[in-house]
């Protein structure tokens, strides 16, 4: 994607070139932040804190930058490595840090990787048999997708209480994404 408006690690970057909204998280200091960045109709928004804001960045040939948010444009170099996206910005150079989903919730929920449920497969949404909160028993069916035409159902590895679900009923996913998350079973 050429006219890509912000240099953001491969990763964040895959999931907006699909035109669907994905939240991404941000650490900038100690702050997180999640923000969606989604084409629409050619452009590029990004979302923070429920406001939806145009969004371009237009390199000059000196390699800089002209980043424009809605109508306001400044000069700007951005530069990726790995998962730090650099910016210098108005004489200070500011670091952001994209996090995995994956890691990110583990990390927040005190749980391990294996308590969040990935996608084995890129795919659609086409059951959701439970919600957060909910009881699950090993082997019960959480949710339902469908993949190449094929409908596979996600099973709990074990008993225990879903903590979140990150898929609505009809959204699509990449392989990897989290489906669902797991925290222990009361007694366990």
């Known amino acids: 994607m050429d006219d890509f408006p912000l240099p953001l690690?491969?990763?964040?970057?895959?999931?907006?070139?699909?035109d669907e909204p994905m939240t991404h998280v941000f650490t900038l200091g100690d702050t997180e932040y999640a923000l969606w960045l989604a084409r629409r109709d050619g452009l590029y928004s990004l979302a923070l804190d429920g406001i939806e804001t145009a969004i371009?960045?237009?390199?000059?040939?000196?390699?800089?930058?002209?980043?424009?948010?809605?109508?306001?444009?400044t000069p700007v170099l951005a530069a990726v490595d790995g998962d730090i996206l650099y910016i210098h910005l108005d004489g200070a150079t500011h670091t952001l840090r994209y996090l995995d989903p994956i890691r990110r919730h583990a990390?927040?929920?005190?749980?391990?990787?294996?308590?969040?449920?990935?996608?084995?497969?890129?795919?659609?949404?086409?059951?959701?048999?439970?919600?957060?909160?909910?009881?699950?028993l090993r082997g019960e069916t959480m949710i339902v997708i469908e993949s190449m035409k094929l409908e596979t159902a996600i099973k709990a590895p074990r008993d225990a209480v879903v903590d979140a679900v990150h898929v609505?009923?009809?959204?699509?996913?990449d392989r990897g994404n989290p489906l669902i998350?797991?925290?222990?079973?009361?007694?366990d």
């Open 9 to 18: 690690p491969a990763e964040a970057r895959e999931a907006v070139s699909k």
């Open 56 to 73: 371009a960045l237009t390199p000059n040939a000196d390699g800089t930058a002209m980043l424009t948010l809605g109508a306001v444009s």
């Open 107 to 136: 990390s927040h929920s005190g749980a391990s990787a294996e308590d969040i449920i990935q996608a084995p497969m890129p795919g659609t949404v086409i059951a959701l048999h439970v919600a957060a909160g909910a009881t699950v």
């Open 168 to 173: 609505a009923q009809g959204r699509t996913f």
């Open 181 to 187: 998350t797991l925290a222990p079973a009361a007694g």
